[in-house]
């Protein structure tokens, strides 16, 4: 990576540089000893010749004249002169014949090297003539520092003879290997000076370099207020300069940058706040809603649910969020009949009603509308609002109910008035009849009296349906009159083997009733429960003392006010509240049950299934219940019974 932490170099930049030098310097002295030693040797012999040479010469045109006379006086003298020049140790003169004329050795030297020179001498003596300076034969150096040369005499372009000379250049050697020494000296101390200034340059540079070194470090952890300061004067300065000017455009880059994201921060701000607005009212609105509202993604999976969804559905909205919509809600038989699928594909609204019944027989209906949502000419997911539509459909239900009854309430009516003033007049004639007929007579017209009195208190029956009593509540023993309506009805069925169980909370003292309304309903009840059994069975009633675990809520038809008899003009919305205390009362029974598809009809009035029913019993009942302002509902399960359950506000007497 970038910031990868790179490992120490092998060698230092420092390093290689001291080394190179030190390897340059190397080179260079060495190569400079070499040359020296190399031909100081040589160069001592030439200037040596040379310098005798011109000893020699200096003589020559003395020794030329004693040469020309072969005065040998004079050439003993220029020999003795000769001695001189130090450095001379054996000088021989040899005529134009190369013969020797006079020698002299001015040292020791001819002792040690007397066959030596004979043979030199020879040598020379059998040599053709030269005028040239003979060259240095070397021919003494392995004994020492001592070589030897000639030296021709030239007069007049004549020959004349020679010098010959054997020089020791010990001397010379020692002065210049003084000299030598001195020079190394000088070489290694030049090396030392040099070794110093290269210490001197490394600690500059190393300076610099640690000084740039920490600056860089310090900008890459993003300080760039620290600034190079270098004054080299040369390049290093301007690459310190060069890093200043960087450091600077970074700064103000940053800066832009910095102003940037601010202005970026500022915006994104400004918008999440607007976003949570405007997610906060749409929030509120689909809390609001009276509706379970279900978002679904593209692929089925439910993204998200409003806050209805759980009261509305029955279920936890972690159950299903984050799930395929299939298997979150319906087992999907014809998953491709699903509407939501649909509607994602075709792109159009689809509604339908879904009606449920729980198993305690509660009616249960769902309108499911499915919208899709749009984005850039596609679908890519959609709303299901889902809304519990039970109470809207019980109300039009109570509403047809209730026109039925407003139809056929007064027709009851009308018919009952007529064939009651019929009744009254049959009865009258009947009774005449009685007083003038013969004894005989007597028991068929009591038959005809028993009809007509049956007739009666069905017309009576219809009548009071059609225009209900007036409710006159007063706190009663609600035990003794069920015990009373009980006993009441018990009597008219002495052959059926019907056992009747009454179970009663000690705790209900009195309850705020109607008395004969009341009384009313648990005979009705009670028939029913009796003729629901084919054979033999038990009834069972309970009173209990409860506090409501749910809200329950019923509608009711009022009678209108204007026409007792034409009604109902007003539907009216029962709500027991939860935590409400209610009385309970239960009729059970174990008879045949009732069909679930009639469940939701039997309330209706004249709704039977009994050849001489009237169907107006439980329809009765539920009227005088809900205007006790309490609630009547059942529960059946078809050959194993009933049970009707009746709740009462609980008034406590005063
Ligand atoms: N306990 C019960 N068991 C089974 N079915 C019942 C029970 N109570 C009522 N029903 C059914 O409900 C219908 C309506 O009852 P309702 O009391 O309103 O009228 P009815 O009993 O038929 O006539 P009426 O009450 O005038 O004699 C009955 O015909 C019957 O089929
Ligand atoms: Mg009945």
Known sequence: MGNAKKSKPLLSLRFKTIITLIIVHSILISSLIFYTFAHFHHMVEDLTRDHYALISSSFAPLLAEALQNEDLESIRKYLSRLKDNPGIIYAAIFNSKNEILDKRSYSEFEKHFKHILAERENEISSASVSREIGHASGFFHREGHNFDFSIPVVRDQRYLGKIYLVVNTADINQRLARESIQGIKIIVGAILAGMLVIALIDRRLKKILTHLIAVTRNMAQGDLTEKVHISTGDEIETLGDSFNIMAEAIQERERIIEEHEHHLEEMV??????????????????????????????QLIIRMVNSKFESTVNRPANDCLGKHCCEAFCPCLDPQACQVRECLEDGEIKTHINHSMSDSYAEQHMEHLVVPLWREGKTYGALEIITDITEKYEMQRQLIRAEKLSTTGEFASFMAHEIRNSITSIKMILQLLRERVQETMHKDIAVAQDSISRMERLVTDLLNFARPAEIKMTHQNIH???????QLTHYQFPQKPIKVQLDFDPNISTVLIDRDSMEKVFINLFLNAVQAIPESGTVKITTSRHILDKNLYDYASLPSAENELSFPALIRKIVLKKDQPVVLIEISDTGEGIPRECISKIFDPFFTMKTNGTGLGLSLAKRIVNAHSGIITVRSEKDRGSTFSIYLPLKEAA
């Open 269 to 298: 701000k400004e918008r999440t706040l607007e976003l949570a607005e405007e997610r906060d009212k749409l929030q509120a609105i689909l809390d609001h809603v009276p509706s379970a509202i279900v978002m679904v993604d593209r």
């Open 480 to 486: 003794q009159l069920i015990e009373e309506s009980v």
